[in-house]
């Protein structure tokens, strides 16, 4: 069973920045991924790093925008997110799976954190 706990949500205006951290205790033949919801809508992929190669993936509407990296912490990993919008709001989730591979499918991924909420102001 991997443990998944994810931390740093809030409120923030639009254009603004925010950090996400994820812990989890899966090894690195592990896939990490990021995952939003917001209300009304299907869950929806954000990102994934692969922990074996440190490879990530992005969906369209974050590409540039941002960033998954491993934390400074062991078993971390970051969700960095900048010129945010009010669209970006929702509650995000971290979550593993078992292949290194990266999958935008929320159902190919295994273990779930609680998720926390990002708000984002006009």
């Known amino acids: 069973q991997v443990q998944v706990v994810e931390s740093g949500g809030g409120l923030v205006q639009a254009g603004g920045s925010l950090t996400l951290s994820c812990a989890h205790s899966g090894g690195a033949s592990y896939t990490m991924g990021w995952f939003r919801q917001a209300p009304g809508k299907e869950r929806e992929f954000v990102g994934s790093i692969s922990w074996l190669t440190s490879s990530t993936y992005y969906a369209d509407s974050v590409k540039g925008r941002f960033t998954i990296s491993k934390g400074n912490a062991k078993n971390t990993v970051q969700l960095q997110m900048n010129s945010l919008s009010p669209d970006d709001t929702g509650i995000y989730y971290c979550?593993?799976?078992?292949?290194?591979?990266?999958?935008?499918?929320?159902?190919?991924?295994?273990?779930w954190g609680q998720g926390t909420q990002v708000t984002v102001a006009s």
């Open positions: 979550a593993a799976r078992g292949p290194s591979t990266h999958s935008t499918i929320w159902t190919g991924y295994h273990y």
